[in-house]
């Protein structure tokens, strides 16, 4: 035996490793040199975990490094490693059930509205990996609605690699340098890496298919999007108004044809056989006074057929439902809310005898008692609307046109299988919230009587209501 080999014999015999075999950052052998993408891999790591322990001092001194521009290699390190780490976080988001419009608002809740940009160019990027025939139609109008396009597009272009964002979003933060553009993309980072998981509503992109139509309308006809597009344009020209009645005139119209948009859905499926199942869709629901808020949401819903779940903490209601009936309910809450914030306003700021405002308090009450009046006229209405639907089905049935009469079956069977639904999407994950109180009588009855004054599915206001 070699002396060579002998040694290596004793050093093995001994718990030591092989000459030519060192441990890497530490200990005995020849030192292994980290690159520089290992090293900013590294450093954005412990920057990071900065952020998680509260660590004020070690986060600054981590961006003080990183923004080190010691070479202009190093800050491309720097900006490809970060892209790379926001670009994964994007992708886990989406299969933890979280939607590009909700990731979007959910970091801007979380961090200075400067920061909004990051996310923006980042769900864009992510989203030039996909085959546009493989994304869901929803989930591409929500990139599209952000205002953003991927960076390495014809049009918008900002940067041509992933070395080159830090320098181009620099060029786009004005005074906050380097640091601050680093400081943006690692608090981004932060909020990603600790979301809640979502329940999945859409399918991810990638997977959709090029043909198919949206969860729960694989057999149905395409929507009526002229309508649609008609009963927005009528609530957008309803909101912008200063004259109520225009304002009022307007918004019957729209609630009209919505109810007719949704009643239609229901009875062509009724009548054809079409097989439908229902689907989700979240709705933001933020402060000032999001339980009154979410529960007008949730009247709306009761009387559209749909059921409602809210996630208080992240300020989203879903809504489950068949596809017409979750238009509908879209259409008619953002048009009540517009309604009620208008009646509310205009009753001003408000003062106890002692001179104390009690402003919060007559609002929060105004919306509670808006939103159970709003239940009870919006209960009458769909009942009313029901029946009518049943009566002309069963005329035409009669004259031997149609099968109306198992109309009323058929709903029954809907609302089970939207119950069904939401326990398959939520399991035994769901609680009960308390009621929210009212505590300001003033409040109580101006919201009652603004609840009175709204016009619902083309029915005209209580006649013996009063502004408030």
Not at 54 to 70: I, T
Not at 346 to 361: E, I, P, V
Not at 405 to 431: M, N, S, Y
Request: glycine share 8%; charged share 25%.
């Amino acid at each position: 035996m070699s002396k060579e080999k002998e040694r290596q014999r004793q050093r093995a015999a001994r718990g030591a490793p092989p000459r030519g075999h060192g441990t890497g950052f530490h200990g005995p052998g020849p030192r292994q040199v980290p690159s520089q993408k290992e090293l900013a891999v590294s450093l954005i790591a412990e920057t990071v975990a900065a952020i998680c322990r509260g660590d004020q001092d070690a986060y600054g001194a981590c961006l003080r490094r990183l923004a080190d521009e010691r070479t202009q290699t190093w800050t491309q390190a720097i900006s490809r490693s970060l892209v790379e780490f926001l670009r994964m976080s994007v992708t886990a988001a989406w299969r933890h059930g979280w939607q590009p419009a909700e990731l979007a608002r959910h970091v801007g809740r979380e961090l200075p509205g400067e920061d909004a940009p990051v996310i923006a160019d980042m769900i864009a990027d992510e989203m030039r990996g996909y085959a546009a025939a493989t994304v869901d139609a929803r989930w591409a109008a929500q990139v599209a609605a952000l205002g953003a396009t991927s960076p390495r597009s014809e049009s918008g272009a900002r940067w041509d690699n992933d070395a080159e964002y830090l320098d181009a979003s620099r060029e786009l933060a004005g005074d906050t340098g380097l640091r601050g553009v680093i400081a943006t993309a690692i608090e981004t980072m932060h909020v990603l890496q600790h979301l809640v998981a979502l329940e999945p509503l859409l399918p991810l992109p990638g997977t959709a298919r090029p043909t198919a139509k949206p969860a729960g309308q694989e057999h149905a006809q395409p929507a009526d999007e002229r309508l649609l597009s008609r009963i927005r344009a009528l609530l957008a020209k309803a909101e912008s108004t200063e004259f109520a009645e225009e304002a009022e005139a307007l918004s019957a119209r729209a609630q009209e044809l919505m109810a007719k948009y949704s009643i239609d859905h229901a009875l062509l499926a009724a009548e054809t056989g079409r097989k439908e199942v229902p689907g989700g869709r979240r709705i933001a629901v933020d402060n000032p006074y999001e339980a009154p808020k979410a529960s007008l949401l949730q009247t709306v819903a009761q009387a559209n057929r749909c059921r409602v779940v809210w996630s208080k903490e992240l300020g989203l209601v879903t809504v489950i439902g068949f596809p017409a009936d979750l238009d509908a309910v879209e259409l008619l809450f953002t048009s009540l809310l517009v309604q009620a914030n208008s009646a509310m306003l205009r009753a001003g700021a408000k003062r106890d005898a002692l001179g104390r405002s009690r402003t919060r308090a007559f609002r929060q009450s105004f919306l509670v008692s808006y939103a159970i009046r709003i239940g009870e006229r919006l209960a009458e209405a769909a009942g009313h609307a029901e029946q009518q639907a049943l009566a002309e089905q069963t005329a035409a049935s009669a004259g031997g046109t149609g099968g109306g009469k198992d109309l009323v079956p058929f709903l029954a069977a809907r609302h089970r299988a939207v119950d069904d639904a939401v326990d398959e999407i939520f399991g035994d994950t769901l609680t009960r919230s308390r009621a929210i109180r009212a505590t300001d009588a003033e409040g109580w009855q101006s919201g009652r009587a603004a609840a009175d004054l709204a016009s619902l599915h083309n029915h005209a206001p209580v006649s013996d209501a009063t502004p408030a």
